[in-house]
């Protein structure tokens, strides 16, 4: 596992507390990994979920270090969303 991948899957956890994610989504690290995140917190994995983000590294720790807004990231074409939306929305609310 990279260390990218093992950094994310921890801060994603301290972000998201002892709560976990009413839903499930993947974060697929370009040239990485994959991260899903649900109920349990997140984890090392590639299974299926309602929605998958799509970064490279860079945008995605600038997303977790709250130097780069999710939906701006978006916007920009930085970040892909394939499926839920909604629950896209959702998980950038933690990820602020």
Request: hydrophobic share 45%; proline share 1%.
């Amino acid at each position: 596992m990279s260390n990218v991948i093992e950094a994310a899957v921890k801060a994603l956890n301290e972000k998201m507390g002892d709560d976990g994610f009413d839903g499930a989504a993947k974060f697929v690290i370009e040239g990485e990994g994959n991260i899903v995140v649900d109920g349990d917190g997140a984890r090392v994995g590639d299974d299926e979920t309602e929605v998958t983000l799509t970064a490279d590294a860079d945008t995605f720790e600038s997303i977790l270090s709250g130097d780069l807004d999710p939906t701006a990231a978006f916007m920009s074409g930085r970040l892909s969303v394939d499926g839920d939306m909604g629950l896209a929305m959702k998980l950038g609310s933690i990820l602020a």
